[in-house]
């Protein structure tokens, strides 16, 4: 089974940038499309980006042309870079697998945005 760990988090104020790590703990990582995935409080988890094996890239709307997601397969490491941050952005950001059965999910990193 492969482990997720989020990271890069944080308390920010709004039109601020954060760039959030997920790291993978096996190189099957390299294999499949990831995602980035969040949850705001007393919602449910909602799809934010995703990113294929051969690096072909999908957004949710909500966050087109403000986040860009990339991977490191060397280091089987997922990156999302959120510029321009909404206070609608707080939330816990996690990744998994974009389709087919998901690994178990991490702890996430919670991203907070307020003046």
């Known amino acids: 089974q492969v482990q997720l760990v989020e990271s890069g988090g944080g308390l920010v104020q709004p039109g601020a940038s954060l760039r959030l790590s997920c790291a993978a703990s096996a190189s099957a990582f390299m294999l499949y499309a990831m995602a980035w995935y969040r949850q705001a409080p007393g919602k449910q988890r909602e799809f934010v980006a995703a990113i294929t094996s051969g690096r072909s890239t999908n957004y949710a709307d909500s966050v087109k042309g403000r986040f860009t997601i990339s991977r490191h397969n060397a280091k089987n490491t997922l990156y999302l870079q959120m510029n321009s941050l909404k206070p609608e952005d707080t939330a816990i950001y996690y990744c998994?697998?974009?389709?087919?059965?998901?690994?178990?999910w991490g702890q996430g990193t919670q991203v907070t945005v307020s003046s």
């Open positions: 998994n697998r974009q389709t087919g059965p998901l690994w178990s």
